[in-house]
């Protein structure tokens, strides 16, 4: 079974700033994806940013980021230029490209505020 | 088309009434998912429906009853709940494809109380 460890409940960023939201996991797997979904007061669950296992290049997409050590099954997302609209409820994800199918396995979720 | 559509979006319902909500994607996807979220917590998965099937539950009450008559539309059917499944229920679906990420695309949600 995997597990999803997001140690951070809360953060706040100043507006324009930069932050790291962290995410371990645990799998025996050897291939498999990792996602950080956005839940903002909307309640939408958007995905910002995904990484395949095998590709050691870290994703980017715009101001996101990810910091993707696998030997260290950590997967920490780093927003850039920190807007009012970033305020959101951050989920790390899991799923296993084969033993699984799309089943995913989501963290606990880090509130992210972002402060004018 | 790149959206996944719930309705209704709030939804009050007594603990005798027969109720469903309604889950709809036009990405010719052919994966589809139920899950429920308390607030504040991640989402759990209840249901998935591979190629019209029903490939996983989750050991979901009877309460529960899902329907898949497309590969469009998913279904949740709800009978007898109890006032502690009142939460967001949030409908997904992904390609189901070998080269593809099979990336969930979640709906908007349906809030649900039940009085």
């Known amino acids: 079974a995997q597990t999803v460890t997001q140690s951070q409940p809360e953060m706040s960023v100043q507006e324009a700033e930069t932050v790291t939201l962290s995410c371990t996991y645990d799998?025996?797997?050897?291939?498999?994806?990792l996602f950080w979904y956005k839940q903002p007061p909307s309640r939408q669950m958007i995905l910002v940013i995904r990484?395949?296992?095998?590709?050691?290049q870290n994703a980017t997409e715009n101001r996101f980021s990810v910091n993707f050590q696998k030997a260290a099954k950590s997967f920490s997302l780093k927003i850039s230029d920190s807007q009012l609209g970033d305020t959101a409820m951050y989920f790390c994800?899991?799923?296993?490209?084969?033993?699984?199918?799309?089943?995913?396995?989501f963290g606990e979720g880090t509130q992210l505020t972002v402060n004018p | 088309d790149t959206e996944v559509t719930q309705t209704p979006k709030h939804l009050v319902m007594g603990m005798t009434n027969k109720k469903s909500l309604k889950c709809e994607q036009h990405?010719?996807?052919?994966?589809m998912y139920w899950y429920k979220q308390k607030a504040k917590k991640p989402p759990e998965l209840m249901f998935v429906?591979?190629?019209?099937?029903?490939?996983i539950n989750e050991s979901v009450p009877s309460r529960f009853s899902p329907e898949c008559p497309n590969s469009s539309l998913l279904n949740l059917h709800l009978h007898a709940l109890q006032p502690e499944d009142s939460a967001l229920y949030l409908c997904?679906?992904?390609?189901?494809?070998?080269?593809?990420?099979?990336?969930?695309?979640f709906g908007p949600g349906t809030r649900l109380t039940v009085l």
């Open positions: 997904a679906s992904s390609p189901r494809d070998r080269s593809s990420y099979n990336e969930q695309f």
């Open positions: 799998t025996s797997e050897s291939n498999y994806y």
């Open positions: 990484q395949e296992a095998y590709k050691q």
């Open positions: 994800a899991f799923m296993a490209r084969i033993t699984s199918g799309s089943r995913l396995t």
């Open positions: 990405m010719g996807h052919r994966a």
């Open positions: 429906y591979s190629y019209e099937k029903l490939s």
